[in-house]
């Protein structure tokens, strides 16, 4: 039995994005003007709705601070070490996702932090 | 010498890969759909602790209609090329066969097919999946 890791998983339309708690610094909602979805639109997802509930997740990258809107529901989950999947090598070009969850009926994509932000950035 | 090849229908089409690249034969298993993954690497499925690519070798061949994630097929070939291991889903799979010899013919026509052998009075094109990985992570080299 490996220690578990905590994962903030961002849940929306039957997706589960997943994103290493000890790498965001805080969760909070965003301002109307601020609202987003952009990462998950690039991964496929649908575009904001009116009236969406939008957060914002701090995290720290190495050219500093970010903030990446993502709408949904925002919860925390321990999940065994064992459970995470790393994707293969032949599947690098999946970026930002970097691993799986297969446990439960929904799995989680694991996000790579900062090639999350980097896609975040590319969609401004 | 002989070479051994496994029979694998994918939609209504037989094609032959090679037994040397066989790990495991399974029943249908549900994959996951990963955003951004090439056309015919789309999602993975959990095998051994770990997560291998779906290799739609139906679609990357054009003989059979895209996977589409919930929609298991009946079989699930795992297949490794080098270190690579990836999962193939198919229809049917049959045993391995022991064949004299990959001949030319009308089957070579299929996408990355470099023969075709007869098995029960089937004609079916030879697939080499190391070429098929080739196509999809290096398509000039294939081109080329």
Redesign the interface.
Known sequence: MTAPVDLLIVERGGVRLGVPAGRVAAVADLPPDERGAGLQQ???QPPLADGERCFGLWVEVPGGPAVVPVAGRVSVAAVPA?DI???????A???P?A??V?SGEA?V?VLDVDAMVAHARAGQ | MTIDVMPVQLSKVWVAIGAMHVQEVRGPLPWVALPGAPAHLPGVVPWRGRAIAVLDLGGLLGVAPPVQAGEPRPRTLIAQVDATAFAIPADTVREVHAVAEVQEGHATQVRLAHGQVVIGGQVMPVVDLAHAIAAITRPEAEAG
């Open positions: 690039r991964l496929g064992a999947a790393p994707l293969p090598a032949l599947l070009c999946a970026a996702v691993a799986v297969f799995p994509l």
